[in-house]
């Protein structure tokens, strides 16, 4: 036992660095970035209508303590009537249609949704299921779609921030 922890008072703490973050953000710190563009936080619903759960891990790493969405000023809610962002993972299985189109309802303007995933944006694998009625754009309407099976929790930081910047963008 003490071979080990002589061991590991030697050895110290190997740590990852950072991830880069996306080129659009890499010339100003992404926390001031966000939270000048938006002015607040961004609240994110999460909406699973089929997925493989892929897509879901990717989304729980963007949350955890090495990519922090966090500092950023994003935190995920638990209605869609406190969402600012509908985040949809996974082909429309045609036991979520009204699920779907009930959460965007209940959201406010402007309603922003986010596909995420190669199943949410074009049915990924799961195409032409008799369970699934389609893509997301199929059954609301959808702003950014975020291929990739699954994508990173980089690309979910930089969709966000490209949710952002149109969000704030003057009409």
Same mark, same amino acid.
């Given at each position: 036992?003490?071979?080990?922890?002589?061991?590991?008072?030697?050895?110290?703490?190997?740590?990852?660095?950072?991830?880069?973050?996306?080129?659009?953000?890499?010339?100003?710190?992404?926390?001031?970035?966000?939270?000048?563009?938006?002015?607040?936080?961004? &609240?994110?619903?999460? !909406?699973? #209508?089929?997925?493989?759960? /892929?897509?879901?891990?990717?989304? =729980?790493? *963007? @949350?955890?303590?090495?990519?922090?969405?966090?500092?950023?000023?994003?935190?995920?809610?638990?209605?869609?009537?406190?969402?600012?962002?509908?985040?949809?993972?996974?082909?429309?299985?045609?036991?979520?249609?009204?699920?779907?189109?009930?959460?965007?309802?209940?959201?406010? &303007?402007?309603?922003? !949704?986010? #596909?995420?995933?190669?199943? /949410?944006?074009?049915?990924?694998? =799961?195409? *032409? @299921?008799?369970?699934?009625?389609?893509?997301?754009?199929?059954?609301?309407?959808?702003?950014?779609?975020?291929?990739?099976?699954?994508?990173?929790?980089?690309?979910?930081?930089?969709?966000?921030?490209?949710?952002?910047?149109?969000?704030?963008?003057?009409?």
């Amino acid at each position: 036992m003490r071979k080990l922890i002589k061991r590991i008072l030697a050895t110290g703490l190997p740590t990852l660095p950072l991830p880069a973050l996306p080129a659009r953000m890499a010339d100003t710190d992404a926390v001031t970035a966000f939270r000048a563009q938006v002015g607040r936080a961004i &609240a994110v619903r999460h !909406v699973d #209508a089929g997925s493989c759960n /892929a897509c879901e891990l990717e989304i =729980h790493a *963007a @949350n955890n303590i090495y990519y922090n969405l966090a500092r950023l000023g994003v935190h995920f809610v638990a209605s869609p009537r406190h969402a600012d962002v509908l985040l949809v993972t996974g082909p429309v299985s045609r036991h979520m249609v009204n699920a779907l189109h009930d959460a965007y309802a209940a959201m406010p &303007a402007p309603k922003l !949704v986010l #596909a995420f995933g190669d199943c /949410a944006a074009g049915c990924g694998v =799961h195409c *032409a @299921n008799y369970a699934t009625v389609g893509r997301v754009a199929d059954v609301i309407p959808v702003d950014i779609t975020l291929p990739g099976c699954p994508p990173t929790p980089l690309a979910l930081v930089d969709a966000l921030h490209r949710l952002a910047s149109a969000k704030t963008a003057p009409d």
